[in-house]
């Protein structure tokens, strides 16, 4: 019945705006209008997911590639591989998800067998998780300092980032993954109150930092540590690094002729990847004094979005955490010949 019906009149099998019923709240897909006309998904085309979150965006992309088609999903959190995977249950083979993080994908890939047509990178944390004091990414309720996006990860928390660093290195850390100016007074202001108790909990950090900083320096529109916050889930997930892994990965499993998306909302990701993209559209990366070129470095990707695209002002009123979205689009090049 789905392959004969006019695509206009086809009920969706999922909705993507629906949260796993276990959890509270709901997540709305970020630009995902934009995603699916710029990413054209068609029956029979394979989309890797590398970022499944609540799974809005999987459920779009697998309603325009049915029949034939199929959604692999990636997430660094079990919970949400075990909930899409609950969620999904319906579609049988056309959707699988698994635990994994971008600088897996390639591996991934080959395991499942697939060559994608699309890749789509939603980046940054899932509402889910922020919404989710256990996990500790937000001041809004009280929890502890974890920030870990699989919370299986053998990797710091943010308490003992918190605990361990020297000022020096949390003032760095401030100031280069979250671009806070008071980065040196929140720093110091952590320190000393680490020499009195252990920083464990979302509002006591919270507290420092507002607490650290002169009510006349306070940011516009936001807390003062929301920087400080960002900044610290950066750097527990290696999150810049993942994201450049994930892009060079991405050349590896896109067949020529498909095409990447990605979702960026904060600073350091819209550099890393439109630094990384624009790399990999170019045909020479040798510095712009040379003469001649000497890299051997040939362009993979032609880039659809030459700057990047913003969300319109009714999806930032309907949706505020689309505020600070930008979306790129790029498409996979044929491999050279000998």
Not at 85 to 97: D, I, P
Not at 140 to 147: A, K, N, S
Not at 292 to 309: E, I, K, M, P
Not at 329 to 338: E, H, I, K, N
């Amino acid at each position: 019945m789905l392959a004969t019906m006019p695509r206009s009149t086809r009920r969706p099998l999922l909705r993507a705006d629906s949260p796993p019923r276990h959890v509270a709240g709901t997540h709305e897909p970020v630009m995902l209008a934009e995603l699916l006309e710029l990413l054209t998904p068609a029956p029979g085309q394979v989309v890797v997911d590398a970022t499944l979150g609540a799974g809005g965006v999987s459920a779009a992309f697998l309603n325009r590639v049915l029949p034939g088609g199929r959604v692999l999903a990636l997430d660094r959190d079990p919970s949400a591989v075990s909930a899409a995977e609950r969620r999904f249950a319906a579609v049988g083979e056309a959707f699988t998800a698994q635990v994994g993080r971008f600088s897996e994908l390639v591996q991934i890939a080959a395991q499942h067998r697939i060559e994608a047509d699309i890749v789509v990178m939603d980046l940054g944390i899932s509402s889910l998780q922020l919404d989710d004091p256990r996990r500790g990414f937000s001041f809004q309720t009280d929890g502890p300092l974890d920030m870990r996006m699989g919370s299986d990860e053998e990797t710091h928390t943010a308490a003992e980032i918190i605990a361990n660093y020297s000022e020096f290195d949390l003032a760095d850390l401030f100031w280069q993954l979250g671009e806070e100016r008071q980065s040196r007074r929140i720093a110091r202001a952590i320190v000393e109150r680490r020499q009195q108790r252990p920083i464990e909990s979302t509002a006591q950090l919270a507290e420092i930092c507002a607490q650290a900083v002169p009510r006349r320096y306070w940011p516009k529109r936001i807390h003062p540590a929301t920087r400080v916050f960002l900044a610290l889930r950066v750097a527990v997930n290696d999150e810049l690094k993942e994201l450049e892994r994930g892009l060079a990965a991405a050349t590896q499993i896109l067949r020529p002729g498909g095409r990447i998306g990605t979702l960026s909302f904060q600073p350091s990701e819209h550099r890393s990847t439109k630094r990384s993209l624009n790399v990999l559209a170019k045909a020479c990366v040798c510095p712009s004094q040379q003469m001649v070129c000497t890299c051997a470095h040939r362009a993979t990707f032609s880039l659809l979005t030459r700057r990047s695209l913003k969300p319109t002002p009714e999806e930032v009123l309907r949706n505020p955490r689309a505020r600070s979205a930008q979306l790129r689009v790029a498409v996979r090049l044929p491999t050279p010949g000998p």
